[in-house]
């Protein structure tokens, strides 16, 4: 028979509970843990319902007219534009500063927008076309410059260039908007600027020639309408101011006599 050892006994017993003891502890410490998860997990669903719901008031407020606002307004319905004085007559000559000189040829109604509005209609002579001015917006049009406006343009021709030395690009915009301002005397400050005069060796580039050329047409057909010129002579009087094409001008034509025969050489 073999001895009982009732020490190794006692120890494998106290074992046994120490380990008993052990998974009871894990196992509760496992349930206060999901617990603690699943109360976090039901807080944060709470938490986004509440957010949810506020954010679903809000836009029911925004959505919400209120009393003063549900009151529509009276839409006045205009039929006629108000009707302003005319100051300038049939076959009146006037300078519209996009466009440059042009001839009222007569005032019409034109509903624009279901509204009836009187205007005059200018005849542009360079661009070939009739524009359309509400009356109410004379304000744009300036009439003819006078005789001395004209001298005094002239003189301004005559007067040395006064050139800046600012980028091209940005004394360009100068000039465009001295040229739509429509002011005779800023045409004649961009023609003199621009102008080459019988300078061959100076090159100019192609946005320099088009700015000159529309100025010097726009002063061109203002100044033959005031002077009572002819396209040719005002266009002289224009090329002596500027000393453009001098040579063509001083060139004589020279008449043979009676009785005279002209060689031809060739």
Not at 25 to 48: G, N, P, Q, S
Not at 119 to 146: H, M, V, W
Request: charged share 40%; proline share 3%.
């Amino acid at each position: 028979m073999k001895k009982i050892n009732l020490k190794s006994i006692l120890k494998k017993t106290f074992k046994k509970d120490k380990i008993k003891k052990k998974v009871k502890k894990i196992k509760v410490i496992k349930k206060i843990k999901t617990k603690k998860i699943k109360e976090k997990v039901k807080i944060k669903k709470a938490i986004t319902k509440q957010k949810k719901s506020l954010k679903t008031v809000v836009k029911n407020e925004n959505l919400r007219i209120p009393k003063s606002n549900e009151i529509k307004p009276e839409i006045k319905k205009i039929k006629k534009q108000e009707t302003a004085k005319k100051e300038y007559k049939i076959k009146d000559y006037v300078v519209y500063p996009k466009h440059g000189v042009g001839q009222i040829l007569s005032v019409s109604l034109k509903t624009i927008g279901g509204i009836e509005v009187n205007c005059y209609d200018i005849k542009f002579e360079k661009d070939k076309a009739i524009g359309n001015l509400p009356i109410n917006k004379q304000s744009y049009l300036r009439p003819l410059s006078t005789i001395n406006q004209v001298n005094k343009s002239i003189s301004i021709l005559k007067s040395k260039p006064k050139i800046k030395r600012s980028m091209w690009s940005r004394r360009a915009q100068e000039y465009e908007q001295k040229i739509t301002s429509g002011k005779i005397y800023d045409l004649a400050e961009v023609v003199r600027d621009l102008n080459k005069g019988d300078d061959l060796m100076v090159d100019q580039s192609y946005s320099e020639r088009q700015l000159f050329e529309k100025a010097y047409e726009r002063i061109l057909t203002e100044f033959q309408i005031v002077m009572n010129l002819s396209l040719e002579d005002t266009q002289k009087k224009l090329d002596k101011a500027l000393r453009r094409n001098l040579e063509a001008q001083q060139v004589p034509k020279i008449e043979p006599k009676t009785g005279e025969t002209t060689e031809i050489t060739e």
